[in-house]
C-alpha cells in the first residue's frame, strides 16, 4: 500500500502493519517511522527487517521502537545475561495481535539483535516509550493477561507518580519531580538512559508522550508538595498560604500566578531535556522531542508549560509534530467550531517558524491499540491533510 501523496518530511506513527512512510520529495527530506516490536518478527534470522523494508519504495532514515513504557530503561542493568521483555515491550500495552501475527515474545538480546540489523542496513533505530505504565488493576492487564514482570520500579517510587489536582496520583510520572532521597528523577533516568542507549546500540532518543512533553496540562497537576514547594523556591512571590488543602492549593496557584506556574514548568523541563541532550551528544547520539500535542507555542506553554524554543536551546535536535487531524475526525469526540484541520495547519504554521532545528510531520496513519486506520477509513482526508500540510514542514 503507497501513499497517495507525498510530504517533504514525515514520520508514520505506529505502523503496527509496516505501512509504508510516505515519501520525501524530490526536494530532499527525511523519513522517520514509528512501529512496534510486533511490526518485526523475533522468530527471523533478520528479525523481519529485510520484508518490512521491502515494502517501501523509499528507505527510512531511522525507525523509532515504542516500547510504551519506560520500565525497560528504570530497571535497566546490562546484557551480560539474555532474560525476556515485558509482554508491553513486545506490542504497544501488550495488545495480543495485529492483523500479521500474534504478539511475539522477545528478549533482550533479540532487541540488541533487531537493532544491529536495522543499523546495517542503514537505517537508524530509537527507542521510545510514554511517562505511563499499567497498574496491576489495570483495564489492559485484565484484557491482554500482562505483564510478565512480576514488579515495577515505579512501584517502589510512589513519589514520582504524577499527583494530580485532588490530590490522587496518576498511573504516569512527572518527570520534574525528586526521589525520596532527594535525588532528581532526571539525573536517575538520564544515567540508565544512556546506559541502555549504549548497551542496546540505539542512535538515540525520540522523547515522546510525558518526555518530550509533559501529558497532563499544567492545570491538573503536578500539584505534589514536592513540586509545589520547588515552584515557591524558584518564585517566593508565588507562594501558597499556608494552611490551604491540596485542591484549594492548586485552585490558588491557578487564579494567581499560572504565568509564572507555566514558566516555572517550561524551564523545568527544558532543564530535563538540557540533562538528557548532554549526556547523549557526548556519546554521539541525538534526541528529537515530539511537540506538545501539536499546539501552537502559545497554547503548549499555557496549558502545558511547554515552550519551544526553550527545549530547542536545551540542545534538542529536531521536533515531530503530531498531524492528527484526520484522526481526531475520525474519532468524533472532540468537535471544535473549526475543522480539525485547519486548526492543525494554523498551529503548525504558527509553531514551526519558532525554531530552527527540523521540524516533520508525525501523519498519524494506522494505531491498532488506539484503533485507527486513516488510509483505510478516510483516505480523502489524508488526503487533505497532507496536501494542507507539506509547505509547512522542513527538515
Known sequence: MKAAVAIRSAIVAVSVLCLPALAPTARGGEK???????AFDSAAADYGVGEYLSRMTVKPRGVSLLLTDPEIVHAHRDLSADFPLGDQQCSYCARPWNEERKRQPWTAWQLRGLVAELRRCGVEAYPSFFDSFMPPDSAYQKLHGAVRRPGFWIDSHPEVRNQVRDGSRRAGICIIKRLSDGTPYRDFFVRQLVRFLKDYGFAGWHACDGYGHPRSPVSEGDFSDDVVAQFAAENPAC?????LSFSARADWILA???PAWCRFYARRHADFIATCAKALKAEGMSIRLNTSWTC???????????????LENAGADGFFAEASATVLTLEGWVS?????LDRCRAAMIRSAPCVNIPFLSLACVKDGMEQYNS????PALVEAELLGLQAIFRN
Open 32 to 38: 522517520y517511522l514509528w512501529a512496534e516490536l510486533i
Open 239 to 243: 507562594r501558597p498560604p499556608d494552611g
Open 256 to 258: 494567581q500566578a499560572r
Open 296 to 310: 501552537d507555542p502559545f497554547e503548549a506553554l499555557y496549558r502545558y508549560g511547554e515552550d519551544y524554543r526553550l
Open 336 to 340: 471544535p467550531p473549526i475543522s480539525k
Open 375 to 378: 488510509l483505510r477509513h478516510a
